[in-house]
């Protein structure tokens, strides 16, 4: 059984920063892909950013380059998301994922992941 973690969330002004983590315990021997999503209330959760099992490469979605920055410990599979200079869109929960037999090509999407948490509230007042 995988069991996926999140940590860190709050509620922050406009222009604060914020930073969450993520742990997965549990998955067959390895380090492997690890996203973060959000969920706004009445919206769909959306991709927020990604990072590959080795940590050489992110991706981000478009509205948060430059102010988030996602990174992982040097073993095992913890995620963290620093969130700068962040916004009231930014408002939702935040679920992280692993994707342990998803295809790679699809690290940006719901369908690359096979375990979730269970999210943490982000809240930005303006």
């Known amino acids: 059984q995988v069991h996926v973690v999140e940590s860190g969330g709050g509620l922050v002004q406009t222009g604060g920063s914020l930073r969450l983590s993520c742990a997965a315990s549990?998955?067959?021997?390895?380090?492997?892909?690890m996203g973060w999503f959000r969920q706004a209330p009445g919206w769909g959760r959306e991709f927020v950013s990604a990072?590959?099992?080795?940590?050489?490469?992110?991706y981000y979605t478009d509205s948060v380059k430059g102010r988030f920055t996602i990174s992982r410990s040097n073993a095992g599979n913890t995620v963290y998301l620093q969130m700068n200079s962040l916004k009231p869109e930014d408002t939702a929960v935040y679920y992280c994922?692993?994707?342990?037999?998803?295809?790679?090509?699809?690290?940006?999407?719901?369908?690359?992941?096979?375990?979730w948490g269970q999210g943490t509230q982000v809240t930005v007042s303006s």
């Open positions: 994922a692993v994707q342990v037999y998803g295809p790679p090509e699809a690290i940006m999407t719901m369908r690359g992941y096979d375990y």
């Open positions: 549990g998955p067959p021997g390895g380090r492997y892909a």
């Open positions: 990072i590959t099992w080795s940590g050489d490469r992110e």
